[in-house]
């Protein structure tokens, strides 16, 4: 399935979230949000480098993936407030999203209620069901064991390690990069 067909089914909806393509109205909340949660996205986020942290950054990155055939850029809202809760998306290098990759942050505040969790089970489901992906890949910095714990729980396995290949943008210290995946058929 191509990313314009894709997109005719989104929005998904969970418990608690909305989970949608961000609009431009979205880029404010989401940059707070970064800035909420330096530290932490600067530790774990490959993309958190000091142009990832801007305001621009952030306005490059919604353009180029949504003018992208090959990333889906999704963020999930608090269905009752509206607030900004995550960001995630799905990339793929195939245009017909047979396999694809993922990651996801949580905005400050919104950690260990489950809503990761909730998010990306609802995304693992459509990628499998809707769109007919037959893998689905995410790599996490070692030490970072809540991503870790949520791969597992998604029902991904342990697929490989990259030794010190990330260099972390908070410490600079290399880290090892562990990758996970799911194959659905």
Excluded: C
């Excluded at 003018?67 to 999704?74: F, G």
């Excluded at 037959?134 to 910095?141: E, H, L, N, P, V």
């Amino acid at each position: 399935m191509d990313k314009k067909s894709i997109l005719k089914y989104l929005p998904l909806e969970t418990e608690r979230l909305i989970i949608r393509t961000p609009m431009p109205d979205d880029a404010e909340q989401i940059q707070n949000a970064k800035e909420a949660l330096e530290e932490t996205l600067r530790r774990w986020m490959e993309w958190s480098d000091d142009f990832g942290m801007s305001r621009q950054g952030l306005d490059d990155w919604l353009t180029n993936a949504t003018a992208s055939k090959v990333s889906i850029p999704l963020i999930g809202l608090d269905k009752l407030s509206g607030k900004f809760v995550l960001a995630t998306g799905i990339d793929t290098t195939d245009e017909d999203f047979s396999t694809v990759s993922t990651g996801w942050w949580l905005a400050k505040g919104y950690e260990g209620q489950g809503l990761a969790y909730e998010s990306m089970s609802a995304i693992f489901n459509f990628v499998q069901e809707t769109i007919g992906t037959r893998m689905i890949k995410a790599s996490y910095y070692e030490g970072n064991t809540r991503s870790q714990s949520l791969m597992e729980r998604l029902g991904m396995n342990y697929a490989g390690t990259e030794p010190k290949a990330h260099t972390s943008n908070l410490t600079g210290e290399k880290l090892d990069v562990i990758t996970y995946e799911r194959n659905f058929r």
